[in-house]
Structures are given as C-alpha cells and as structure tokens.
C-alpha cells in the first residue's frame, strides 16, 4: 500500500497542527494546575455531593445515583489542607483569597504572557488559499 | 415603574435599538456589492481584526455572562472564580486551535456554513443533513426562550402593563420580535457582527468602569471579606407571593450558648384551615445521617387547602416567641422581593456560613457543595472545550480575511476576557455587602439592582452607566438570537435547499429565499414564544453541550486528521449527540416509561453527572472515541479528497 503520510504536507495544515496541539497542552496545564491547586488549598471540606436515593425509584436509576464520584475516587489522593476561617488570608493585601490568588489570577496572568508569546512567536501567519465560489 | 425602568434607561434602549438599524442599513448596502450568499451569511469572509475579536467575545459572553454568572457569584462567593477559571485559555482554545485551518478548509471548496464543511470534507450528503438537522433541532429550542426573555425586558423596561394590560407581554413579544428579525433579515451576517461589536465595547467598558465604583463603595476587597467572614449565618427564604421573601439570621455560635438549628424548613400539607406553627424540631433522615436541629415552619392554609401565609406572620410569630431571642440575631424582609419564589416544600434550607463564600466549594441551601472536584474539571471542558464546538463561533472563524487578522483577534479577546470575567466576581463578591439578602430565587437581577440601587444613586452621569448594565441582558439576548436566526436560515437555504434540492438556482431567488427564511422563522418562534411549550426547557439547558459533543469531534478530527472517514464522521455526531441527550434526559425517559407503565412515580428525574462529571465530558470522550475507532475499521476516503485538504500539491 502507498505510503500516503508524506503527502500530507500542506504547510498551513502542519503549523496549525502544531499550534492546535501547543493550545490544547496549554489547557490541560491550567486546568491542572488551578483546579488541583485550588482543592487542595481553597475547599472547606471535601464532601461530595450525595445521590438522593428513594424506595420508589427504578433500579436502574438507583444504580446510576449510586456510582461512586470522581471526588471519591481520586480525590482522597488529592486532598490537601481543609481551610477554616483562622487561616483566611490575601496576598499582598488585595483582597483576593491566597487560594484564588496563586490558583486563578496568577495562572491567569502565565496565560496572558503565554498567549502573546504565542500570537507574536509561534503562530505562522500562513496563507490561507483563495476562497472558492461557493458551489 | 418597574426596578431599573427610569427616562435614561428607555433612552439607552432606544438608542440601542437605533443603532442596530442603521448598522442593518450600511451593511444591506454592501449586500449588492458581491456574491449574495456570500456576503449575506459570511461577509465575504471580510471581518477584520477589531471585528472578530469583538463578535467573538459577543457571542461567547452571552446573557448568562451578565445574568447568570453574577447571580452564581453573589449565591455562592469566590468558588466562582475556579467555576469561570478556564476562560483564561479560552481566547487562544476557542480561536487558536480550529481557526486557521478551518478558514482554509472551508475557503477550498467555497463552504459557506458549518454543514457545508463536513459535506464536502466527507463528501457526504447525509452528514451535511443531520448537522442541519442538529442546528435547527438545538436553535429553534433555544430562540423560542431567548425571544420570550427578550419579551419580558421589554415589557418591563417600557411598563408596557401600563398600556395593555393583560396583552403587555404579548406586545412586548411584537416589538422585540420586529426588531431583531428586521436588522437580521435586511442586515445579514455583517449587521450581526456588527452590533456584537458595539455590544462588546460598551460592556467591556461598562465592566471596567463599574469595577472601581462598586469597590470604592463597599470600601475595598479586604473590607468585603471581612464583612462577610464576620457575617452571622444566614438564610433567604421565598414563599409565592410579593414581599414574602424573608432573611433569617442566626446568632453566632460564639454569642449564644444555645444549640443553633442548621436551616428552616417550610411544611406545606393538602390539608384546609390548618394554623401557622414554628417550633425547633429534629429532621428525620432517610439515610444514615445523623438527625439535625431545624426550624419547622408549618404553613397555615384556607379552606381550600392554599397556603395563606405571608412572611409578616412568621416574621412576627418567631419575634413573639422566645425562641427569637434565644437564637436569631434578627429576621427582616429579603431585599427587593417581587413574589416570585416558591415555596421548597419538605425540604431544609440550610443556613449559609461566611466561610462558605471565602472559600470552596461553595454550599447550596440544600446543603450539597456547590462546585465539587468533578465540576472543577467538568467546567475546565465546559468553557474551553465546549466553546470551540459551538457552530456559532466556528462560522465566524470561518469569515476572517487572513491569519493576521485572527492572531489580532486572539490577542484582543485575551486581554478583553482577562478584563471582563475576574472583575465580575470582584464586582458581585462586594455586592453581597452592598445589597444583602436578595434571595436565590431573584439574584438573576444582581446585576440589574447593583445598576440601580448603588450606581445610579451615585450621581447623574452614574445613571447612564447603569442604564447601560440595565440594558445589558437584552444586548445579549439580542446578540444571540440574530446569530441563531442567521444559522437557521442558512441550514435551511444554503444546506438544504440550494445544495440538496435545486443546486440551480439563482442567485435572485437565493437572495429572497434568505430573506423570507429569516422572516418567517422569526414569525414562527414569536408564535411559538406566545404560548412555549415546557419540554423546551429541557432542550435548552443541553444546548450548549449539545452542540460541542455533536461538532466538535467531527470538525476537529476532520481538518486535522487525513484517515478520518465518512462513516467515522457520522458515528462521532450522532455519538455524541445520543450521549448528551440521554445523560440530559434519560432519567425523565425512565420516569415518563414508569407512568405509563403504572410503576411509582413518587421520585424526580434528573441530569446524569456520571461520577460527578458533567454530560459535556462524556459526550466529548464518546464522540472523539467512536470517530476515531469507527475511522480506523471503515472504507477510507479517495484519495484525490483526502489529497485536496491536506496535500501542498493540492493547495498550490
């Protein structure tokens, strides 16, 4: 069989790619990062919410109510510190939660550098072909 | 008149509206200028920088951005920051990852809408007809609510009651209606670009204005925490009925020495001329929880079984008890009550702890958490992910000029999101100190009463900035239902018409086709918006999700994977499609199959969340999985139209 790979060759479509995949690392690093951060040091309690289960219900629904949540599955792993009020506290004095400070609005501020990096450095500013009539 | 309704408010309505009619007007002049379909339904995929980044964030930041978000914010404090966190990547995901490549997949074969790229990319008329199905199915649900919403801002904001009575809404559907269809139809694709450019630069500078006011009033950050980490507990109760909306607040645990009840519950019986009673009381589990210390609140009722009860008389029943002094610190009236909540009958409204705002994960009046680990990941999809799937936003990426021009866009929207969307939460965080007490049923108007009740007391340049957040909801719903109607009539024109039953006709017909399909879909929903249906509700709430598990996986493995196949295509959609739709409604199947089966119906059907994660993430994870494995076990595609999308020969 013909090896089709090296055809694939249109520049626009491999810097895309890789622009794509660039992107999509970057999210999977802040969902990460700010939602593990922010569990293990911005939650009261790690109680996961409980399935309301009834006599009357069908089965199959009862079964489905009843699986276990991904907080209680991996979330024993994850647990960290359960926050009280004595330890409520905002660097640098601006009012923003030490939590959401270092979880949300810093990641935040990496991800506007990070996207004008990208926008300035990394994105290939490509042709985009003529627009065909449409059929 | 009616909260928020005042002469600068109708003003900044009217010159709103104004507005969009004569950036209708310049963009039909261009409608002359070339390809009719084109331009109409794309803008000659002219928009410039300025323009898709701000039709970008328009579409993106829809009513919810200004209704339901600060509701969620002032409900359940800085946990909300996590719940809206991922959109510090959504600029660079929802533009960065599909755009390029999709503008030039499209440009190849002069595809114009979203169906038109996958029938051609798949080379499959079958595909090209179930994704407009799908976005008709998904936008006509949608439309019939959001005109209804739109409806009721105009009936408020113009106290149209005062005129026609007991037809005001029906007036109010007229008027909105006549509008947005209009500048729509006459308008096209650029008209709605446009007035979400001028819908994104006054919020954006709206929000931005707002954000030091409101924190100036409640006195800074820090002072906004400490208020409300010093906050007694409280509760917020609603019973049908205007000012019957009451607040509840507890002493603190450190200033009684009495045993402190966990929450109010209100007890309705069938039974007639039954008395109003309070008394402190044990609730009885039904699992292995340990019983709890509540306030019971048995309701009076009349003779024929209806609750007769209001707020004052349990207010001055518990003041009259020795029960007041003993562990509230106070009962007032919730604050701007309009009579529209209910009673939450034989269930505990649990009091709200300042902690509870401070920190995650956020608590719901029924106790629950508000925002456990699974919807942290689940809403890192939602936002991110989700957003990039919407057919909508794709079809804007389909109409920038060059790569510049989305490179410009990306650029803007991270900045104008990274100055919208945080500062909210800061802005709403103060108004709980600012407006305490508005309950659940009513923190949808959080943003309207900030506008009103603190911004414009602030003097009279303040009131036009509050007409303007007043006005907000219904530029947003404006924003969303002319990009919708547009997306129906070419689903109906383009996809089904021209390409499936007459590929010849000409461009005159085309032209007055496009315009009476927008008209008359219009005409329709408004009928519909008459008298909505309930089962829409359920249609709208998965929407969103919807539409990212149905197009997302089939785009996105079809421009950037060359063994993608037809028959993985149409797997992916309707993978996904199926999974979203019966993790949405597939206990309510089960509940509807047990009555007509005669089986207990005595339970409440709701959303699947399969191991706490929202249905967003599983009908990603199916519609990605059975595009590839069925792609990978089925005929591929020719050669020559694999060659064409992927192949430098080809291009050049």
Redesign the interface.
Known sequence: MTDTSSTYDDPLFLHSRREAFFVLGLWLFCMVWSVTYCYRNGYLSYAEPKPSLTEEMPGIVKGIRSLPTVGQIIGPQMEGRERSLDDFHSPLGLGIPDWVFYGIAMPWLVCIVVSVWWCLFFFQEDDLGKSEQPS | MNEGTSAITIVTFLIYIGGVFLLAIFSHKLLSKS?F??EYFLGS?GLGSWALAFTFAATSSSGGSFTGFPALIYSYG??L??WI??Y??V???TM???G??L??VA??????TIP?VLRDRFNSTFLGLFATCTIIFFTVANLVAQFKAGALIVEETFNLSQFFSDYSYLWGLVIFAVVVVFYTAYGGFRAVVWTDVMQGIVMGAGVIILVPVILYQAG??????RKI?NHPPHLVTSISGKQNDLAFVLKKAEDTQEELPVGVEYVVTDSPNTELSVKLDQTVP??DSSPELIVRVNLATDQNGNVETKAEDIKNLIEQDTLFDRIFEKIVYAFDNDGSGNVAAMSVNHFIH???F????GRRKDA??FH???M??SF?FMW??SGMGQPGTMVRLMAFE???TL??A??TV??YY?LIY?PLVFIFIAARTLLPYIPQEDADKSMVLVATRVVSQLGWQYKILAAIFVAAPFAAIMSTVDSFLLMISSSLV?DVYQ?TIN?NVTEKVVKWASYATTGIVGALVTIAATHPPDFLQYIIVFTGGGFAATFLAVTFLG??W?KMTSSGAIASMVGGFCTIFFLFVG?MI?WYI?SFTG????????R??????HPIFWGLVISFGMGIVVSLFSQPLP?DL??K???????E
């Open positions: 390809s379909m084109g995929r800085w946990i920051a996590l966190a991922s510090m990547v600029p660079v995901c960065g990852v599909l390029k490549r503008n030039q440009r190849k074969s002069g595809a114009i038109d800074g950050l820090t002072e906004v925490n980490r039904i699992d300042g902690k509870d401070l920190f995650g994960p629950s958490p456990p680990l699974g942290g990941l890192f991110a992910i060059e790569s510049r490179k410009r990306v650029f991270t900045f990274a945080l383009r390409r590929p421009i950037f060359p206990e089960v047990s089986q207990n119906t005595e339970w409440t059907p709701t699947m969340d399969l191991l706490g994660l050669d694999v060659r999308y992927f192949s430098k020969a080809a291009a």
